[in-house]
Nanobody, 124 residues
């Protein structure tokens, strides 16, 4: 079992930056992959970024590549999503997710563990 808690959402203007954090607990070995997804009203949950357990390979959706950076602190069991050059279309609830075993990267149905979500709103 992995418990996840996100923090860091808020209201910003287009072009601003924001950093989301995800604190993981429950699986002290830390051998799980982590991902960030987002869901806007009326839309499906969408892959944003992911980082593997070992060796910490990173993956991004094309819509955020070059603007967002996912990272991980294994000692603190946290993952972060640094979001730069934010756009109004980035507005959504952002969720942290985790998975043990095979790494499916962008498929939300393959992640059994989810945080409660944090709202990010980007005004134009």
């Amino acid at each position: 079992q992995v418990q996840l808690v996100e923090s860091g959402g808020g209201l910003v203007q287009a072009g601003d930056s924001l950093k989301l954090s995800c604190a993981a607990s429950g699986r002290t070995s830390g051998d799980f992959h982590m991902g960030w997804f987002r869901q806007a009203p009326g839309k499906d949950r969408q892959f944003v970024a992911a980082i593997s357990w070992n060796p910490g390979s990173t993956y991004y959706a094309s819509s955020v590549k070059g603007r967002f950076t996912i990272s991980r602190d294994y000692a603190k069991s946290t993952a972060s999503l640094q979001m730069n050059s934010l756009k109004p279309e980035d507005t959504a609830v952002y969720y942290c997710a985790a998975r043990v075993g095979n790494f499916y990267v962008a498929d939300p149905t393959r992640y059994p563990y989810w945080g409660q979500g944090t709202q990010v709103t980007v005004s134009s």
